[in-house]
């Protein structure tokens, strides 16, 4: 039994002083138009941008190669806010192709980094998916 105890405790206080980050919501994800341009990452800490390149990249799942790529450690597409924590980033100019899907990657630092740690790399195709559809109906 005591055995037990200190064994949560320890638990508990690594817990504490293990420092976690995660992404609390993605926007857009699912089913997007061909000129959708706007897309956020919310966390649940802090957020800045690395020093070094580090990437968001956008990759079609049929040819598997990246579409578009954003190096957030220089880019003037790329917003970093702290309230409330998020990171807004444009595709501006790029068209996704009807009928074709996508995901997207973050490289280790995108979310945030220091001298000490980086944040966590995303790069599963899982991670984030959409898909652009073709509109029912077209204002031409």
Known sequence: ???????CFVLALLCMIVKTQWITEKIVEGIVD????????????????????????????????????????????????????????????????EGDSYYITLDAGVLYSNEIENSTEYLSPKFWQFQCIRPMYSQE
């Open 1 to 7: 039994m005591v055995h037990s105890i200190h064994i």
């Open 34 to 97: 061909r000129d959708d341009d706007y897309w956020v990452v919310k966390t649940n800490g802090l957020v800045n941008p690395p020093k070094f390149p580090a990437y968001i990249r956008f990759y079609n799942t049929h040819t598997r190669e990246s579409e578009y790529e954003i190096d957030v450690s220089r880019s003037s597409q790329i917003l970093y806010y702290n309230q409330p924590p998020q990171i807004i980033f444009l595709t501006t100019g790029h068209y996704w192709s």
